[in-house]
């Protein structure tokens, strides 16, 4: 049974940071392509950020700079460093896992930026 499990997420202030991890099990999580979505109230998922199982990394343009995803596949898990936080960055993220067309997500971790 494959599962993704996030921690790390809640309340912090604008300027300050915080680290989300991904803990997977089930998966060969080496194989796979590894991301982070979130969705905010009223909006649409979407992509933060995503790394291959080759290491290849993107990020959407708003997070550029502030967040680091990165892999440790020897603890099957993944991670995103988020910096300098903005209140527009308040969302639920979501850990995703993908191989082919097999698709996996977490439940997901609340991030709140505010004063």
């Known amino acids: 049974q494959v599962q993704l499990v996030e921690s790390g997420g809640g309340l912090v202030q604008p300027g300050g940071s915080l680290r989300l991890s991904c803990a997977a099990s089930?998966?060969?999580?080496?194989?796979?392509?590894m991301g982070w979505y979130r969705q905010a109230p009223g909006k649409d998922r979407e992509l933060v950020a995503v790394?291959?199982?080759?290491?290849?990394?993107n990020y959407v343009d708003s997070v550029k700079g502030r967040f680091t995803i990165y892999r440790d596949n020897a603890k099957n898990t993944l991670y995103l460093q988020m910096n300098s936080l903005k209140p527009e960055d308040t969302a639920d993220y979501y850990c995703?896992?993908?191989?082919?067309?097999?698709?996996?997500w977490g439940q997901g971790t609340q991030v709140t930026v505010s004063s």
């Open positions: 790394i291959t199982a080759g290491g290849t990394i």
């Open positions: 995703n896992a993908r191989l082919f067309s097999a698709v996996h």
């Open positions: 089930g998966i060969i999580f080496k194989l796979h392509t």
